[in-house]
């Protein structure tokens, strides 16, 4: 059995794989730091934990409730969300693995500490238990210099400042699921909440929407998408730093232009503004699809993941409708799993022997 964990900033979400990669057991401990809730399977009750540490703890006796101790299982296997550029395959974890995540905390300051947690306490707790990363950059280390760099002084460049792309671990994913049937020239949304699309040439990421953060790209539920650094640095002035952060992150996308980010409630809606937000959202979505499309020399199919991605037709729709210049051609519908992707890399790490 595989033990597949993602730390977000207040939650913990565990599913547990068999070798074969069938889903087990799912459940996750929300609202760390503060009164909440762990679930696992058909079980939920009410849980207070103080930090990441406690919440892994709670949820490996949930675990050992259900029938399922540590020494039952095979080795667990994380989700981090920034690898750098060090860090660009799926790796065992290590002493030296560790300080290379330590050393790109600066690239994902909100996420990877939560990630390294999860990972250092389950060590203290299972040592003998193997462990296994991936890192949602990962699946972006494919993209040629010239779709990465910036065109900013040697000196940003060499600090770190470049395009690195995220959702790495659904994009690899949806790629798995084509097996052999995956298009030579694949252009991929992964619509939810947070968006981005990503140009895939057999199989492997050659340009994407996002960049040195998941800010950029396409407009999302909360962030603003691409916007000018002149006009981020008015704000910012004016706002202050941290200000600007949050509005642009948390204030921003559908939630600034129809007061909500809910797309289900937004479709439902017949205002301007849910229109108008949900025509900026395609419109966009089409527009740096153009960009993908242009990297790859063409265009032989279109896959949608996520939950916009999965379950809003109309949205596919009228992206595709904006893409009818290229050509007709077969639109496909992933079902997002970035969990399994996560246990498929520990898997393959184990056959490899490592």
């Known amino acids: 059995m595989i033990l597949v964990l993602n730390a977000g900033s207040s939650s ?7 070798q074969d990669l069938t889903s087990v057991l799912t459940g996750a401990v929300s609202r760390i730091g503060a009164e909440g809730t762990i679930r696992l399977g058909d079980m939920s009750k ?15 006796d949930a675990l050992a409730a259900a029938g399922m101790t540590i020494d ?11 690898g750098g550029t060090i860090l660009t395959q799926p790796a065992r974890v290590t002493p030296q693995v560790i300080a290379s995540i330590k050393s790109v905390i600066t690239l994902a300051p909100l996420h990877n500490p939560n990630n390294l947690a999860a990972m250092v306490a389950l060590q203290e707790m299972a040592p ?13 280390a494919t993209n040629p210099d010239v779709a990465t760099r910036y065109a900013i002084p040697q000196t940003q460049h060499d600090a770190g400042i470049r395009r690195y792309g995220f959702h790495g671990l659904s994009y690899a994913h949806l790629v798995e699921s084509f097996g052999a049937d995956l298009p030579q020239r694949l252009l991929a949304f992964h619509l ?3 968006a981005s699309l990503c140009a895939i040439l057999n199989g492997n990421s050659i ?45 921003s ?23 108008f937000a949900v025509e900026h959202f395609c419109y966009w979505a089409a527009r740096h699809a ?13 896959a949608f993941t996520g939950g916009i991605g999965e379950n809003a037709a109309p949205i596919r729709d009228r992206i595709m409708a904006q893409l009818a210049c290229f050509g007709e051609v077969p639109v496909h519908i992933i079902a997002a799993d970035e969990e399994r992707q996560i246990a498929r890399d520990a898997i393959q790490l184990i056959e490899a022997g490592l």
């Not at 003998?128 to 972006?140: E, I, R, W």
């Not at 962030?223 to 642009?248: N, Y």
């Open 12 to 18: 913990l979400k565990v599913e547990v794989f068999s």
């Open 46 to 60: 009410e849980a207070t934990t103080a930090n990441h540490a406690e919440a892994l703890a709670l949820m490996i």
């Open 72 to 82: 039952t299982l095979t080795a667990a296997a994380h989700r981090v969300v920034h």
């Open 128 to 140: 003998d238990l193997p462990q296994y990363v991936s890192f949602g950059t990962a699946f972006h």
């Open 192 to 194: 939810g909440n947070g």
């Open 207 to 251: 340009a994407t929407s996002m960049g040195y953060s998941p800010l950029s790209g396409l407009m999302m539920g909360t962030r603003s998408g691409d916007i000018d650094g002149a006009a981020v640095l008015r704000m910012s002035a004016a706002i202050g730093e941290d200000e600007t952060d949050r509005m642009l992150n948390r204030n």
């Open 253 to 275: 996308g559908f939630q600034a232009l129809a007061g909500e980010n809910d797309m289900r409630t937004l479709l439902a809606r017949s205002d301007d503004a849910a229109r």
């Open 290 to 302: 153009g960009s993908a499309i242009v990297a790859m020399g063409g265009l032989d199919a279109v």
